[in-house]
């Protein structure tokens, strides 16, 4: 369990890159200056203006055009827009499971990234264009101010038989419309088997628990103790609450919690290959900053975990097979729709 004191205890051991690793060499910074544009098509709201930001300060002879969205929203835009032979996104910034499918249809430049070198081999999946950019882990969250006196849960087989004192106090969301619900569901489906995910869901459903239309909406429920109990919360939405002094805990569950990565890529045929290039590389380089000081897991080696978060090494990752879960996306879905009763 970690509470807001381990973020601020932590804080002066964060350390960034050394300037020797900001992106990129010279003559591909020159190639993306004389492009002058590039457009980014990312579904991670809160931090791409962060990276944008500091990349218009890095280039600003390179104007950053966005689209950011939901994940497969952003898919689905770019497939239409590929098809309309209209193609704007040079860049793809997206969940593992997007990225996966954007993958397997050719859809991303490959790109042998030179910031590479400082990263573990799992940065670059064997098999996929697309390179991992940062990690995150999903916890249980519980605001102490609600539940006092309550059991709280401390791992997913916890929901099965859900205690009473949870009523009307769970919040979850729709892995219809979210890549990290999505990719929970998958996670606990490959790893408990058909019975037990149902028995989960069913749980979750039996105390009332309620569908949040958005990771801020949740949040808000979480803070205000209307919802004071969270399904998941992944570790970057728990790190910036607690390090402001919300009274949450973050559990990661006993029997294991799944990753969720985060890709990029040059887009196939992209109108401003060199500046998206370069905008990987800075991904992968200068910005690795941005995203361990906002409590978020990097594969790269000068690079320490999130404050007050556990190493990524030392943590119990459920087995998880992306393409598999692609694969069985449809069923997948029937299948909570079913046991839920949401339609």
Known sequence: ??????????AALIVGIAPSALA????????ANKEGSVTIYACDPPQTPLYVERFKKL??????????AGCWQIYNRHSSERQAKRQAADVFFATEDVMSRMSSEHLIEPYSSPELVNFAAAAAPSG????????????????????KGMPMPKDWLDYVEPPAAWQDRVSYYDPRTSSAAFSLLAALYQNFGVEKTGAIYKG??????????????GMSKLLSG???I???????????????????????PTSGTPALNFGIGATQAAP???????????????AQQIIQKNNEYSLRSDVKPPAGMPAFGELKLMPFDIDRALGDQQNLLQFWQEVTGVK
């Open 24 to 31: 990129s060499d010279a003559a591909l910074a020159e190639a």
């Open 230 to 252: 969270m399904f998941y919360i992944m570790n970057n939405h728990f790190g910036s609450a607690a390090s402001k002094g919300a009274p949450i805990d973050f559990h990661v």
């Open 59 to 68: 280039y600003p002879k390179v104007q950053v055009h966005t689209y950011v």
């Open 226 to 228: 209307e919802q004071p």
């Open 1 to 10: 369990m970690h509470r807001p004191g381990e973020f601020l205890a932590a």
């Open 204 to 217: 979750l459903v039996s105390v009332h628990a309620a569908l949040a239309p958005t990771t801020p909406a």
């Open 128 to 147: 996929k264009d697309y390179l991992i950019v940062k990690t995150l882990i999903y916890g249980m969250a519980s605001n102490r101010e609600f539940t």
């Open 272 to 286: 401003h290959l060199n500046a998206a290039k370069l905008f990987v590389d800075f991904m992968l380089s200068d």
